[in-house]
Antibody, heavy 119, light 107 residues
Framework: QVQLQESGPGMVKPSETLSLRCTVSGGSISGYFWSWIRQTPGKGLEWIGYIHYSGSTNYNPSLKSRLTISVDTSKNQLSLKLRSVTAADTAVYYC?????????????WGQGTLVTVSS | DIQMTQSPSSVSASVGDRVTMTCRASQGISTWLAWYQQKPGKAPKLLIYAASSLQSGVPSRFSGSGSGTDFTLTISSLQPEDFATYYCQQTNSFPLTFGGGTKVETK
């Protein structure tokens, strides 16, 4: 059974870079698209961007200028870096695997990690 | 961006009830729609994809329908474990977007 686990600092200072990692176990990262999604009480669920195991990416335009998503197939990991964060970036961050049957919905999710932006 | 609007925002129901909720897209998305269930403190769980295809392992009391701009998720006979918040997501175009959710509460 594929499992995804997000990891990273729970708190980041304003203007700094939010860095998260997602480790995939029980299956290979190869052959799939992988996304980062965040959730806040105010804005709900927001798709951040995806990466294909080959390295191709697609980012939400609202975050594109501050965002980098990368993949390390040798470690079965994907990473997210969001630069110049503000309080508005406080959210629960999820990594998720795209459904092979339909491409752009998500059939496996990590448990999520809360990141708070605060000084 | 395609805006997804869910209604109602909450519904009160009892075990055994038939529950229906809707999702409307701001422009046509064919059948590129997914439904998720989320319980407090947990990640969303995929229920339906391509508007009406049941994800493996999901009980058959869940069903989805619709195309274009209007979609429906139906729970035919509400079970205790179905009290949760349900979200729709359009998979037609980028950026991918979600609805605001419908919370199914106990009456």
């Amino acid at each position: 059974q594929v499992q995804l686990q997000e990891s990273g600092p729970g708190m980041v200072k304003p203007s700094e870079t939010l860095s998260l990692r997602c480790t995939v176990s029980g299956g290979s990262i190869s052959g799939y698209f992988w996304s980062w999604i965040r959730q806040t009480p105010g804005k709900g669920l927001e798709w951040i961007g995806y990466i294909h195991y080959s390295g191709s990416t697609n980012y939400n335009p609202s975050l594109k200028s501050r965002l980098t998503i990368s993949v390390d197939t040798s470690k079965n990991q994907l990473s997210l870096k969001l630069r110049s964060v503000t309080a508005a970036d406080t959210a629960v961050y999820y990594c998720a695997r795209h459904n092979l049957g339909s491409d752009y919905d998500f059939d496996h999710w990590g448990q999520g990690t809360l990141v708070t932006v605060s000084s | 961006d395609i805006q997804m609007t869910q209604s109602p925002s909450s519904v009160s129901a009892s075990v055994g009830d038939r529950v229906t909720m809707t999702c409307r897209a701001s422009q046509g998305i064919s059948t590129w729609l997914a439904w998720y269930q989320q319980k407090p403190g947990k990640a969303p769980k995929l229920l339906i994809y391509a508007a009406s295809s049941l994800q493996s392992g999901v009980p058959s009391r869940f069903s989805g329908s619709g195309s274009g701009t209007d979609f429906t998720l139906t729970i035919s006979s509400l079970q205790p474990e179905d009290f949760a918040t349900y979200y729709c997501q359009q998979t037609n175009s980028f950026p991918l977007t979600f609805g605001g959710g419908t919370k199914v509460e106990t009456k």
